[in-house]
């Protein structure tokens, strides 16, 4: 049993010092064919002065290398990929948050144009063009003219957005949402 011991540390001290003509040989080898059949393992241990065992052991060690070298050039790539997607996350985050006090900021709501005054009559529900903006007279609109029968209602486009939520309160009859002003057919 000691005598195996002993082999196996001779085998350690003895271990593969290659010339630097036999690592170019075996490098630009690699560089042909990452992988070896049988009779091109044998060719160049001969070329080499070297057991087939060692040619092969050479070849797993240097595709092993390889494989290391590639899996950090590929572990930094995707660590710089999930830098730069967790920063773009940060910022998504806080513009949706921007985003979300602006809807909530009563600000928001009188930055939007004032409320327009349109004149609509209330047999027809059409909407006519108040008597200050009228230039001339339009035989179809002209209907739309007389006092009598119209009146302004004010349209705030804030109010028709308010209402499409959940919690929004019922709008007053004097504001409608553009989509009810439409000329029916």
Known sequence: MEGLFFEAIKWKIKKLRLSKDQSAILEESFKEHNTLNPKQKLALAKQLGLRPRQVEVWFQNRRARTKLKQTEVDYEFLKRCCENLTEEN???????QELRALKLSPQFYMQMTPPTTLTMCPS????????????AVDPRSSHHMGPTHHRPIPIKPWA???AGSATATPMPHTQFPFNVLRHRS
């Open 160 to 162: 028709a957005a308010a």
């Open 124 to 135: 027809c529900e059409r909407v006519g063009v108040p008597p200050s903006a009228s230039s």
């Open 90 to 96: 940060r910022r998504l985050q806080k513009e949706v």
